[in-house]
């Protein structure tokens, strides 16, 4: 049996693991994320990694995180939340301070590689993964392996446009994916129509602070739970969206499966059946092909870990 370690870097902490062939995780180091990132935040990771390799046989070193990840996985090209990483070889930095190969990749690209392997993606060759949270990521696989495109951004799911002078997006563009059908869309959907019929929404704002500013996701995930008319209806508008862009997806590259995973899948089947009936809606040829399965993600928290794990593996 031979081990890698798994370190996902987050935007509050620095979480590593020893992970077997199997994917499971046999031990674990944690350290808070420095908010000055740079060196402080890649002195963290190796310490993190040289606390592992203390207790463990490691052959090879994974680092998952948010943002763009050159295509040979040695340097961050971009990283839109971490300070004073842009350009920074990464590869380079972290062998000379462990002493070990280390491979580089985006956090949602890891994730889906986690779910692909060890996951809800068990046996599905043709495969993508959309991360629900705060905003959309993703991941492909396809034919069994991860694709990252030419320049190693491929699957940047939340940013395609589907609403042309739609709301602004963080990343400049207006009308992106993840504007409509994230875990802010969900709140966007749920203050939108408290705000326009506060009399309805009295048991949803009873959850937080009594503000529309207060308000939460988990709050309206379970007021959903209790049949909350508001909370439901927020997370149907999200399914339609998440569903309308599931079908443009799926006739882009044929998946056999969609795996759903981030925060708001946590709701279950209150967000994946209104999903699911929009995928059925808007799927373009219907009922002229297979229509891709929508499955929960299965690892939580741990498919990034798990994933960049074994991708320092292979």
Known sequence: MTYTIGIDVGGTKVLGGVVDENG?????????????????????????????????????????????????????????????????????????LIGLPVVIE?????????????????????????????????????????????????????????????HLCGCGARGCFEQYASGNALLRHAREAISASPEIARNLLSRGDGTIAGLTGQAITDAAREGDPVALAAFNTTGQWLGAGIASLSVLLDPSCFIIGGGVID?????????????????????????????????????????VADLARV
């Open 24 to 96: 499971k995780i046999i031990a674990t180091a944690r350290k808070d994320t420095p908010r000055q990132g740079g060196r402080a935040l890649t002195q963290t990771i190796a310490d993190t990694a040289i606390e592992l390799m203390s207790e463990h046989t490691i052959t090879s070193i994974g680092v998952s995180a948010a943002g763009f990840v050159s295509s040979d996985r040695k340097t961050m090209l971009a990283t839109p939340n971490i300070a004073d990483w842009n350009g920074v070889n990464l590869d380079a930095e972290l062998s000379a």
């Open 106 to 166: 985006n956090d949602a690209n890891a994730a889906a590689w986690g779910e692909a392997k060890f996951g809800a993606g068990r046996n599905q060759n043709h495969m993508m993964m959309l991360t629900v949270g705060t905003g959309i990521g993703g991941g492909i696989v396809l034919n069994g392996e991860l694709f990252r495109g030419a320049f190693g951004i491929a699957a940047e799911f939340g940013h395609l446009r589907v609403v042309p002078d739609g």
């Open 267 to 307: 709701a279950g089947e209150i967000l994946l059946k209104p999903t699911r009936e929009s995928l059925e809606r808007t799927m373009p040829f219907a009922g002229k092909h297979p229509y891709p399965t929508l499955i929960a993600a299965e690892l939580g928290n741990d498919a990034g870990l798990v994933g």
